[in-house]
């Protein structure tokens, strides 16, 4: 049975003194924050330590100089945690980002790697 | 002090049962070998155990079909290893198409980045 190739690209943000600042771990952990309004269950739902997510956060923080989440108290869900302005635009501009790059790599696989197909016909593997 | 984003980028190939076959790490194994002649050399240079060294190259080889590596016996380097016309083949189409792909994220980083440099004008962070 043929298999067929796929490929993964992982885009992150690093400062130059090589701290990493922005990845696919802090995009999605946000966007279940906007899910949950809060950081305890957006964690839980990727299976993240607590301690971690807040980790991430800070992180970014320091980073950025902007507070990534804000806590409200009552209201229509009953106090919790948003994100900022500044995290919705990070958050969105990472993965605009991400997609444009995604799109070129992905229009480019095939053409690349379709030799992949003729290697497994002239290679037989040895045993 | 103001600190520069800097970008990341893996490009990872999986098979459809979500297998990685190659990336980053055997990428430079396979260049290590080409450099050392041996594939215990190689997977020391980079600090990778030779039990995991052997595992990824026999994954690629399961995936692809064909050897990645084969044996000299004496000659100029007193036998070792060397890389397979395949190997060579599948290293530069990685090689070239990771190096256009980050070429087209790095022309776009900027652009899509540079609001960061006002986000820590404008929001400074609250303690």
């Known amino acids: 049975m043929e298999k067929e190739l796929h490929l993964k690209l992982t885009v992150r ?4 003194d090589n701290q990493r600042c922005f990845g696919p771990g802090i995009a999605t952990l946000l966007e279940r924050v906007e899910a949950h309004h809060s950081l305890r269950s957006a964690a839980a739902s990727m299976e993240m330590a ?3 997510a807040w ?8 980073v ?9 108290i009552g209201g229509q ?4 945690a948003v994100l900022t302005p500044e995290a919705h635009r990070l958050l969105d501009a990472y993965r605009a980002y991400e997609s444009s790059v995604r ?15 003729e290697l497994k016909k002239t290679a037989p593997p040895e045993d």
Chains 1, 2 share one sequence.
Not at 64 to 72: A, D, R
């Open 64 to 72: 950025f100089g902007c507070k990534m989440l804000s806590s409200t």
């Open 55 to 62: 980790r991430i956060i800070r992180t970014a923080e320091a």
């Open 13 to 16: 943000l690093y400062t130059d």
């Open 77 to 80: 869900h009953g106090g919790g």
């Open 50 to 52: 607590y301690s971690k």
């Open 103 to 117: 799109q070129f790599a992905e229009d480019r696989f095939e053409e690349s790697f379709h030799f992949y197909r």
